[in-house]
């Protein structure tokens, strides 16, 4: 028989990350492909197999194959279902389905944002914990909320959408339809915006000033940040008190022990954690003042994702 | 032995409610005493089983006593203490010592909101849900949040302070201490200080124009609504609009079947909850659009506080 692996895979617009795990988080095998997301989702699957296979037979370990997690965009974890995900042209797919052809192994499958947050419970920075939060902090802003030991997915698979949640009723333009979401003003794309708000507001100097729009990006703003940039700096700072007082609503929903940063904006650090941290408290119910942490992820980046979709299999197998 | 039954209590800051419920909500009981809210807290409790005792007494009949189940201001559910409620002389109380001296059944406790949650899922709305959302709608706003069939706690056992999620950084003083609270524009005052608001913004002729703001209360506002009182109809569309944004965003945090509106003001009806769903849908994220039933209470008001209460016993008995 040998030792039990999951074969977790995490597929993202670009490319899709495959490994395969053991309970502890360590991983035997990790390998990505194209996800050619103009490709039909079973080509995907088809040529993923066909390497997978490929790197078992080189890898030469007696194995047993317990289950097979997944994090993908728009999936639903109680129809195993992938719906409309925005940057991939696959319309609506049945995960299980597909898996199956190929498969005998329970298939489990979430968002990845919830991905995320199983895996930090296993393998980083919630272990130990039953109730917090993760934030993946991208192009997006994505949140997967714990309640219990348990991910909360709501009546319909789709819960922990805290980037939709609204800020300003008739504010920035969301890729969602929405006006003023959340995700609007803090992800990569939402503290450039910012910037931009900013450099039109004051006179200050900065060397953000030489750069368009399509070249600004979050690395180049922390990296301002950290030289002293006061554009940079006020960036972050308004971003931080939006995202504070937003972690304040949720908190006053679930009342985590912790929220967890993930991804891109998160690596900034200390720039974003510790206004973040300050501005919640203000806006937080005094019941749940200076008892909720802000962590940053303790999940490698590039091997987080998929170790996320692995636990979900070793959550499910755990649960029986 | 007889029939199996449960001890609801309810603590009121003026008056406090008890009665002797069966599984099926079946009350063999009710009765009431004053609070005293002066006094300790156990002069209340060896008053209410004084009566509890002589009422059992008259009542003649045969049963078994299961559990103690209370619904309290600033209980909480995991150490059984009541912590500084804020209209009660109390400070801290360890409520399960004090009912151990007259009772040896189990004993459960948690806020009247998330009470009345357990008590629509046994008896009311809520039947047959797993997730689901109660508002409580008096003179504040009180949430009980339901994932999966249980109620959330989260890590402190304060979870579901949805009243107190910010609306308006720099919005109406809450009594909390903090600005801009949900329940400082929805509950009972809210309404009546948007009313004073329109009524200095506006020309409109309005039969509310003549009473003082002590005079005012929501009864009033709704019964002006329901004649035609252009400030009264004023009022319930901007209190709705304010609600439904906030239950949009409470949606993206858990995601529930049903969101089920209990209390004084959600007696007003369709004048609040069909602007309310229709503002909810505006401001939802796409993925949850028509999906959420805004519901009215299905509780008796008089006995529903002490059904929930009730029900927090059958409830921990069946996950047993």
Redesign the interface.
């Known amino acids: 028989m040998g030792i039990n692996l999951v074969l977790g895979i995490d597929v993202g617009g670009t490319n899709t990350v495959f490994g395969l795990i053991d309970k502890e988080g360590k991983d035997y095998l990790i390998d990505s492909i194209p996800t050619n997301r103009t490709q039909p989702a079973e080509d995907l699957f088809v040529r993923l197999f066909q390497k997978y296979n490929q790197r078992v037979k080189e890898l030469n370990l007696e194995f047993n194959l317990v289950g097979i997690g997944i994090g993908a965009p ?1 999936a639903n974890y109680y129809k195993k279902t992938i719906e409309y995900p925005p940057n991939l042209n696959w319309g609506f797919v049945e995960i299980e389905k597909i898996i199956g052809k190929f498969f005998s192994q329970p298939v489990a499958l979430t968002n990845d944002a919830n991905a995320a947050a199983i895996g930090e419970m296993y393998y980083g920075a919630a272990k130990g ?4 939060i993760v934030i993946t902090l991208g192009t997006g802003l994505g949140s997967g ?1 714990v ?2 030991g ?1 991910l ?11 980037g ?3 800020v300003f ?1 008739d504010g920035r333009e969301c890729g ?3 006006k003023g ?1 959340l995700e609007t003003y803090v992800s990569a794309p939402g503290i450039k915006r910012t910037v931009f708000e900013l450099l039109s507001k004051y006179n200050y100097e900065s060397k953000l000033r030489n750069l368009s729009y399509s070249e600004l990006d979050a690395k180049l703003i922390t990296d301002a940040a950290l030289e002293g940039d006061k554009i940079a700096l006020e960036a972050f700072d308004f971003t931080s008190k939006i995202l504070g ?1 937003k972690l ?3 908190v ?6 912790a929220i967890i940063l993930f991804g891109g904006l998160a690596n900034a650090g200390d720039l974003l954690i510790v206004p973040t941290k300050k501005y919640m408290e203000e ?1 937080l ?4 003042r200076n ?1 909720v942490k802000i962590l940053k992820s303790e999940l490698n980046e590039g091997k987080s994702a998929v170790l996320g979709a692995a636990a979900l299999i070793w959550h499910e197998l755990n649960k029986q």
Chains 1, 2 share one sequence.
Do not use: L, R
């Open positions: 728009n914990m039953k109730d917090f909320i309640v219990d348990n909360v997915y709501g009546h319909d698979g789709f819960a922990g959408e805290i939709h949640t609204v009723p969602c339809g929405k979401c007082m304040a609503d949720a006053a929903h679930t009342s985590p022990e806006y119910f005094h019941v749940f008892k």
